[in-house]
Antibody, heavy 117, light 108 residues
Framework: EVHLVESGGGLVQPGGSLRLSCAAS????????MNWVRQAPGKGPEWVSF???????YYADSVKGRFTISRDNARTSLYLQMDSLRADDTAVYYC???????????WGQGTLVTVSS | SYVLTQPPSVSVAPGKTATITCGGN??????VHWYQQKPGQAPAVVIY???DRPSGIPERFSGSNSGNTATLTISRVEAGDEADYYCQVWDNSSDHVIFGGGTKLTVL
């Protein structure tokens, strides 16, 4: 069974940094593309970043230059390094398998990031 | 950038048919996926590649895509279908994944 478990969320001050992790199990992690998707309170999902099995990377305009996606296939883990955080980065961050054209077929439970002073 | 437009809300009586639209410029040329999200849960795909259903999704859920509008149709609506629904595409001109703003389905 596929499992995606995010961690690393929390409260951070504006301008600060945070690193999210997503531990994957139940499938051949290295063979799949992965994504980070966030959802601000009361809003719809917003795609953040994509990394393919071949390490092709895409970012949403809102995070480009501030966030860095990476993966460690040996550790079956996905990461999101978030720098220069702003209040509007406050959201639940999900890791999701799939994309960019195929659907996001599995999602984690999400980790909450709150940017506030 | 590419924009997907959904009606904020749709209401339907139990047993009737709900239709949720997703508008986008020439969206018929793209592959559309639909997600259902219930409170406190992550989104889950209910229709992918315009009209395919994942295993476990009832046949009551169907999709279509043509011209400037994609449509999610839920037949014989049940109380358990009450949720937020989002359409999603891949815009290869910008290398961005795009979500629609979402439609709240209310079962009367």
């Amino acid at each position: 069974e596929v499992h995606l478990v995010e961690s690393g969320g929390g409260l951070v001050q504006p301008g600060g940094s945070l690193r999210l992790s997503c531990a994957a199990s139940g499938f051949t992690f290295g063979a799949y593309s992965m994504n980070w998707v966030r959802q601000a309170p009361g809003k719809g999902p917003e795609w953040v970043s994509f990394i393919s099995s071949g390490f092709t990377i895409y970012y949403a305009d809102s995070v480009k230059g501030r966030f860095t996606i990476s993966r460690d296939n040996a550790r079956t883990s996905l990461y999101l390094q978030m720098d220069s955080l702003r209040a509007d980065d406050t959201a639940v961050y999900y890791c999701a398998r799939g994309g960019p054209e195929p659907p996001f077929d599995y999602w984690g439970q999400g980790t909450l990031v709150t940017v506030s002073s | 950038s590419y924009v997907l437009t959904q009606p904020p809300s749709v209401s339907v009586a139990p047993g009737k048919t709900a239709t949720i639209t997703c508008g986008g410029n020439n969206i018929g040329r793209k592959s559309v996926h639909w997600y259902q999200q219930k409170p406190g849960q992550a989104p889950a795909v209910v229709i992918y590649y315009n009209n395919d259903r994942p295993s476990g999704i009832p046949e009551r859920f169907s999709g279509s895509n043509s011209g400037n509008t994609a449509t999610l149709t839920i037949s014989r609506v049940e109380a358990g279908d009450e949720a937020d629904y989002y359409c999603q595409v891949w815009d290869n001109s910008s290398d961005h994944v795009i979500f629609g703003g979402g439609t709240k389905l209310t079962v009367l």
